[in-house]
């Protein structure tokens, strides 16, 4: 669905069943990483934006799923590392607490997924 409300309430949904088996979501790091660099680069509507950071709770969320599928994955790690590292550069430019809580998930993420 193009609305990022629905894919918004869907990230909980891919959240929680790739921690019970991350397998069938391995397919979805492009797409995830894709979603991730869109909201990076504000291509979200602005009412999505909370004090001026893209829409940092799904970008948190998204985060999230992708330390848990890259977890001693290193296929699946190696797309990862670039947009984590532009993601991370974006929140900590800002300085705010809703970016230190991407900077916490980003750092986290990093020194979860595949070396």
């Known amino acids: 669905d193009r ?6 309430a869907t990230l909980n949904v891919i959240e929680a069943m790739a921690r ?9 790091v492009p ?8 909201i990076c680069e504000r291509r979200l509507p602005s009412e999505y934006d909370y004090h001026r950071i893209p829409a940092p709770w799904m970008q948190m ?3 999230r799923i992708l330390s848990i599928i890259g977890k001693n994955d290193q296929q699946s790690s190696e797309g990862m590392y670039e947009i984590l ?5 974006k929140a900590e430019e ?22």
């Open 31 to 38: 797409s995830l990483i894709s979603i991730l660099k869109q």
């Open 20 to 28: 019970v088996d991350v397998q069938p979501f391995k397919d979805l």
């Open 94 to 115: 800002a300085g705010i607490n809703a970016s230190n809580a991407i900077v916490y998930e980003c750092v986290r993420t990093i020194t979860a997924i595949y070396p």
């Open 61 to 63: 969320k998204i985060v």
């Open 3 to 8: 609305d990022p409300a629905v894919m918004g």
């Open 85 to 89: 590292g532009d993601c991370l550069r």
